[in-house]
């Protein structure tokens, strides 16, 4: 319902992105940004066929290798020279007229007689041959390429700019039966085809079956059989389930603890293989497939997708976030990313770090232990990865909240003093001034250096809980900042959303280790270190938490090298922060394992408690 | 005031402005040309009766689900009988959807039946040139009447066709009608042929391509922004379905993965029908049923050549089987006061997209950019946003991509290529290499390439295939989830694009050349050199700091050079082109990436406004 018509090859203008808007009627997947560009099995067609009549008057067959070996009828083969039937003759331009008398011509009249292959291109001054060489005592032997490195070479000639300009010189010749060139060559100027005409449409001199005269036959051959898979926009590889049941937030499965982590092949054969999580090769996801021939009757059973996840349709209301607590003005959201959400995304990584390194690692599993359970190891290496990703996220969380903080301050919205980076746990909870003891809740618990026991993972699960009071506090960032449109420099609603929406894949990450682990409950050294956490002066730990310091101050240096927009003394200072981790945690590694003695797990708080002998 | 002026001044105070065409006089002004809206769109195939409604893209609003594109239901176009039978002639009314459903209640899946609108421009006496709608009014104020606009459709399935190099194998389709003709006008395909000829269809078996139909003018309800009386035609495409000679029935499939050959052996794997007993319609007598891409002399063209069904099993003779897919031209034709004035539009007939809020990361739109317009040149008010765009269609891809199934494919094939003679599995076949090409790509030793997926994946060796059970599921395909749904920020991919561009430079895989920068032979000349900081600012200007860069990346690769065809670690990592040759994004791509970095690099304007505003532009 446009008032112009929309050209493909509009060049972009909006900015920010806006998604390509189809006609009145039309869903987004009939536009061309919904189609993937290359280019070939069962798709919408084959954008490779533009390529068969690149030069105006042509047209080319880009011929492959014979099954018995090349036997020199390989490249790019001329199929016919016809200025007739090629609309673009019809144009007015100077070179497009002699190109026709020459095809009239002399040129035409030997293309032909016999069998002619493309010899070389020349654009720019650049002449490219489509023949490799060889040397043999002292003579050259032209080697012709195979038909896809031709298309490839073919595909690379530029669309010139200026209509009037002959740009392109191209040679034929023929061969002889070995495959080498003989004869005198036809030379042809011209230009590489527009492959769109003025309204947006490749051109009509492509007869309707042409450009899809390549694909699969049928269309379903290709579409279970191609071993590309560069297409999984439209074709995925991995899915999520479908939800069954109430779900949560974010769209994924609220009493299930595997639907949102578990990746299922989507092209299983449905019915028998419903649930099958997908494997890491092909070989061994075949047998779980489709087949070939049943593909062409059953490929409506496949499911469509969105957001990664099974499903019949879209939501049929979307699952909002409710509003949350309101910050009063900008200091309150500077006040409290700086003494609340900055030190609850450190203390949080510092804790999942712990409980990460108090987890064995699967070369530690022995072999009467993999007879007794032959999950272990693998159970083991899910959680590991799981836990660390989680603990990675979180120091991530921490590094946008600075970003946050300091795209305040350039922003002019730093009450006074200006941005300082914030890298530091929150304190030990107060004990209580009654009992003299720390307090026993979820918000205390979890500031606490513990093992990955399933009581830990309990509270892990507790704390990532959307609605959960920590959750929440993101939530509300992301509302004032929904509230205030126009006040704060763009992107901050961006990060704050990120981290809102990272808390519900922790509480299903943690969930789903919980689980895996359940199964040894009743045997929690099998999947436990015998570590202690060792005391703040220990002597076996310095070396350690000094490679923490090391992170620590690296960080600081480069958020405020960000801070200032200096990103190379920035990107140093990250560098240097990675490799201190690197080594922080192989040493972190070294303690828990203990090598034959109790491990260790090292007081990561340390370094910021107050000593104890100062005022 | 004529009447459709009154309207457009009652409505104008609707929710946004009335199009340009809305208050002008229909009768006024001199048609110069027609032209059809959207000029090409995808259909896509589905044995439902209903079409799929309309649906666009935006960003998801949910805080929970972090910012990505979602689906949701757009106004859709209905049919509805004059007669109220169901029968045509059918109008259109406005219907919108609460949701969107893929499939009927019976499974079958909706299809994807676009729409084409028809359009004038109209010079005005003051020179101005304006879209206007093509109606039955604007035309009788013309003295033309619907019936004097003709439509001509040709629909081809050419894919036997291109094989045995003969048009008794394709299967065309004509139909022209007037624009009053109302009735759907079925697309039935035939095979063109000789006396001499078998015809691969038959012409008392025609292959059902689809139809197209156009609409009785609904007067009543337009807006000033949409008219239902506008000409608009429809292609419905076929159903998706498989058609054969009458032995096409049972088949037994090859047991092995995509790509293989079962071995000549007298048993394979399971045995299915390939085709509904209604669809054996095709003669069995033709060169098509038992092409065999392995017999010599059979055409080359095009690859891959083992794209039919029975290529894979046994000796390879194909079953003679084509499908109902095709494409087609639409072409619609006016004669007003002796000129004739034409409208061309193309249609494409595809399988469904069954993630349709995942865009590709190179859709057939970057593909024809990238043929058709010049170099990128980045600008401060776009390309900011046009990266960010970019970067989110990564994502959108890569949520889906099995990357541990595509890193051990891609390894084992490079040990194929370089001939190790150790096997795929051997860490160190490729010792001297890099990137790395055999089991310790993406590993702690591919340096400088891999960085954090080592950290990422602390209970993964130098293995080819990875360590991946019922519980640890696919670690290399979760480090690319997590890292790259971050890049879809805006705020977190401008600050690491500034931060690293060398890193970026180096990790993202270079297409192949543009002609005129390749070595005329390889090996021989040196390859041309595509300098790093084309875009900087004069340092004068921008006290820009360029770093020096330890290294040069290449900027391209030659399909020449068998090390350019090497799958690595670069991004996309291990995907493949279509071609058979490792992904890149398009050179146009590339080059407004790298153009972008050398911005970000030397220029304080770009790094302090280069963040993109919110997308629903109401957020802060």
Known sequence: MGDAPKPLNRAATTCPPAYPEPVLGNPASTLMESGVGNCYPGLEFDLRQLDVRFFPGLTFEFLGIEPSGPDGTQGAHLVNADVESDPIFEEDAGWLGTLKQQLNGPEGAALGDGEWYLHWVEQYGKRIALYDFDVFQNAVHMIPYEGETCWWVIRSIEADQDPDTADLTIALTRRDAAGQPVGNPVVLRGKRRRYLDGEGMIPDVYRPGELTASMCSPWTHDFRDCACQYWASNHPDIVLGPVRGPSLEDGTSSDDPAQAVTFIDWMRRRGSARDVSVASTLERARAEQYDPYEMNLRWQELDFVLQGEETDGTPTTPPMAGLRHAYASTAEVIQDLTEELAPLEFTLSMVYLYAYFSLRAPDEVTSDQRRAWPDLADDLRAARQTLLSVALSEMTHMRWVNQILWTLDRAGHYPEGGYVPVIQPFQPAYADPVTGLPPDDLEARVRKLRPATLSALADFVEVERPANPLDSEYAGLVDHLRRNPGTYPPGLYELAVRIDSDGVQHYQKFRNIRELLARYEAHPLLVLRDIELAPADDAAVKPALGHLQDIVGALKDGYDAEHLDDMPRAEACILRSRDAMRAFQAEAERLARGDGVKGLGIPFFALWEVPKNAT | ?620
């Not at chain 2, 689900?65 to 757009?74: L, S, V």
């Not at chain 2, 002399?297 to 894979?312: E, H, I, L, V």
Request: with cysteine; net charge neutral; glycine share 8%.
């Open chain 2, 1 to 620: 005031m004529i009447e459709e002026e009154k309207n457009c001044a009652s409505r104008a105070s609707g929710d946004g402005p009335c199009a340009d065409w809305c208050c002008s006089d229909p009768a006024k002004g001199q048609v110069v040309g027609l032209y059809f809206d959207p000029p090409m769109a995808i259909a896509r195939v589905g044995s439902a009766r209903e079409p799929m409604d309309a649906y666009r893209w935006k960003i998801d609003e949910n805080p929970h689900r972090g910012m990505q594109t979602m689906i949701e239901p757009a106004p859709s176009l209905h049919l509805e009988s004059a007669r109220g039978d169901g029968h045509w002639p059918h109008r259109l009314v406005i219907k919108t959807p609460h949701r969107i459903t893929f499939k009927d209640r019976r499974g079958r899946v909706r299809p994807v039946a676009p729409f084409f609108e028809l359009w004038a421009r109209v010079q005005h006496p003051d020179g101005r040139i304006l879209a206007v709608p093509v109606t039955r009014r604007f035309l009788e104020a013309r003295g033309a009447r619907l019936g004097d606009l003709v439509f001509r459709v040709d629909a081809g399935n050419r894919k036997a066709q291109s094989r045995t190099k003969l048009a008794s194998c394709a299967a065309v389709a004509h139909v022209s009608f007037p624009a009053d003709s109302y009735r759907p006008h079925r697309l039935d395909a035939i095979s063109p042929h000789t006396r001499d000829q078998v015809p691969l269809v038959r012409p008392d078996a025609p292959l059902p391509l689809g139809m197209v139909q156009t609409f009785l003018p609904n007067d009543e309800d337009w807006s000033c922004r949409t008219r239902l009386d506008q000409i608009r035609l429809r292609f419905t495409p076929g159903k998706g379905d498989t058609f054969g000679p009458p032995d096409a029935t049972i088949a037994t499939a090859s047991p092995r993965p995509p790509g293989d050959f079962e071995p000549a052996v007298t048993e394979y794997g399971r045995n299915h029908r390939m085709t509904r007993p209604e669809n054996r319609i095709l003669s069995p007598d033709t060169p098509w049923s038992g092409f065999n891409f392995r017999t010599g002399g059979t055409p080359k063209w095009p690859t891959p050549q083992d794209s039919y069904d029975g290529a894979r099993e046994g000796s390879g003779d194909g079953w003679g089987t084509i499908d109902d897919t095709c494409d087609l031209m639409i072409e619609a034709t006016l004669s007003i006061g002796g000129r004739v004035l034409k409208a061309l539009a193309r249609a494409f007939s595809g399988p469904p997209d069954f993630a349709p809020d995942r865009r590709p990361m190179y859709s057939i739109r970057d593909e024809l950019d990238d043929r058709e317009l010049p170099p990128p040149v980045p600008d401060l008010a776009t390309t900011p946003g046009e990266i960010l765009d970019l970067f989110r269609r990564i994502f959108e891809t890569a949520s889906l991509v099995n990357l541990d199934q595509r890193r051990s494919w891609a390894l084992a094939g490079n040990a194929g290529i370089l001939g190790s003679t150790t096997g795929p599995d051997d860490a160190d076949w490729d010792e001297g290499l890099s990137p790395r090409l055999g089991p310790k790509s993406m590993r702690a030793s591919d340096i400088p390439f891999a960085e954090i997926t080592p950290d990422y994946t602390p209970g993964q060796g130098d293995t080819r295939v990875s360590t991946s059970g019922a519980s640890d599921r696919l670690p290399f395909t979760q480090v690319v989830q997590q890292v790259h749904a971050r890049m879809a920020d805006s705020p977190v991919l401008q600050e690491f694009l500034a931060r690293r561009p060398d890193r970026v430079r180096r990790i993202v895989r270079p297409p192949f050349a543009r002609l005129a920068d390749l070595p005329q032979r390889v090996g021989v000349q040196k390859p041309a050199q595509v300098p790093v900081g084309r875009w900087d600012l004069p340092e004068e200007e921008s006290g820009g700091r360029r770093r020096p860069s330890d290294d040069n990346p290449p900027r391209y690769r030659d399909p020449r050079n068998v090390m350019d065809q090497t799958y690595d670690m670069r991004m996309p990592p291990y995907m493949r082109h279509s071609m058979g040759v490792p992904l890149s994004i398009t050179r146009r791509q590339y080059d407004l990436l790298m153009g972008y970095l050398d911005k970000l690099e030397t220029d304080a304007r770009w790094r302090s406004n280069a963040a993109v505003p919110d997308a629903e532009g109401d957020h802060g």
